[in-house]
């Protein structure tokens, strides 16, 4: 397992921050696998209902072709004793919007990067895409890696020893993760 550095202690959970920087021809043999994600979207909800999300009217072969590298951003966070499976999703949804500023800010300090955010785009209430209209925050939106056909599950586990864990019912895992990363070119 890769080291993880503290970041923060919240009520009920402790974030932790893992990084890798991966070369981008490594991770497309690696961990990338468009056609086998594309497939799994559909049966998500928000496929074909967000501007995030697939199916696009391109190819996100064409987005990862365009850098030579992928720093990968992950947090970790654990729970404390005695949380519950709503305090998680809670402390999930706080986290998301966190691990989104962050990756924007990087996005912000290297000319030409392109933020992949954990998880959908949630930055609307609603999307637009599900009304045919145009995406109202288009400088804002940003594909997660999953949604471009990347592995997280795979990722978590081949850079960061990490595997990937879930809400079963009413039982709270170890560690909840979150993923993105900032495409690049050197």
């Known amino acids: 397992m890769k080291e993880k550095t503290f970041v923060r202690e919240m009520d009920g959970y402790t974030v932790y921050r893992m990084d890798e920087i991966v070369c981008l021809d490594d991770y497309l ?49 654990e729970p404390g004793i005695g949380q519950t499976v709503q305090g998680m999703l809670e402390a999930h949804r706080i986290e998301k919007e966190k691990m989104l500023e962050l990756l924007m800010e990087m996005e912000a300090e290297q000319a030409g990067s392109m933020a992949l955010w954990a998880g959908t785009c949630d930055l609307c209430p609603a999307c637009a895409k599900a009304e045919g209209k145009p995406c109202r925050m288009p400088d804002k939106m940003r594909h997660s890696i999953e949604a471009l056909g990347g592995d997280v599950g795979k990722t978590a586990e081949l850079y960061f020893g990490y595997p990937i864990l879930w809400i079963e019912g009413d039982k709270v895992p170890a560690y909840m993760t979150l993923m993105g990363g900032i495409l690049y070119n050197e």
């Open 29 to 77: 043999k690696d961990c990338v696998d468009v056609p086998k994600f594309e497939a799994l979207c559909r049966s998500c909800p928000n496929y074909g209902q967000r501007w995030s999300c697939p199916p696009f009217a391109f190819d996100p072969m064409e987005i990862w072709q365009k850098y030579s590298r992928l720093h990968l951003v992950t947090h970790i966070f």
